[in-house]
């Protein structure tokens, strides 16, 4: 009884030759396949040159407000009508009042209530 089998690889010459190997180990006609299939040389791709660098960015840390320039908007806020809008806000942030705001939420309270 003869079992052929037929297997396509796109594999690297170090595979393959390490299959060759492996056949010449067991049995004598699977090498001849493999060498049939021997695959075209593997073309390096490269990575084309950027023509200008990117400059790098320089982050500008931006000064959180104090809790006086905070109570300050929140009061200018609250007298033009966003008086409970405000207190969504602080309750948002898990806060009942801007003096119990977490400082680290400071540059984030500021530009929501700018933005009312």
């Given at each position: 009884?003869?079992i052929k089998i037929n ?81 969504t806000i602080l309750k ?24 009312l």
């Open positions: 009884m003869e297997v396509e690889l796109n594999a690297s010459a170090e595979l393959l030759e390490a299959i060759r190997g492996l056949s010449q180990l067991t049995a004598g006609n699977v090498a001849e396949a493999v060498k049939a299939a021997d695959p075209e040389p593997v073309k390096e791709v490269k990575k084309p040159a950027k023509a200008e660098k990117p400059e790098p960015k320089t982050e500008t840390k931006v000064k959180p407000p104090s809790v006086e320039q905070l109570r300050e908007l929140v009061r200018e806020k609250a007298q033009s009508g966003h008086r409970e809008t405000l207190k948002n942030m898990g806060a009942s009042s801007v003096t119990t705001l977490d400082e680290s939420k400071y540059i984030e309270f500021k530009a929501e209530v700018e933005g």
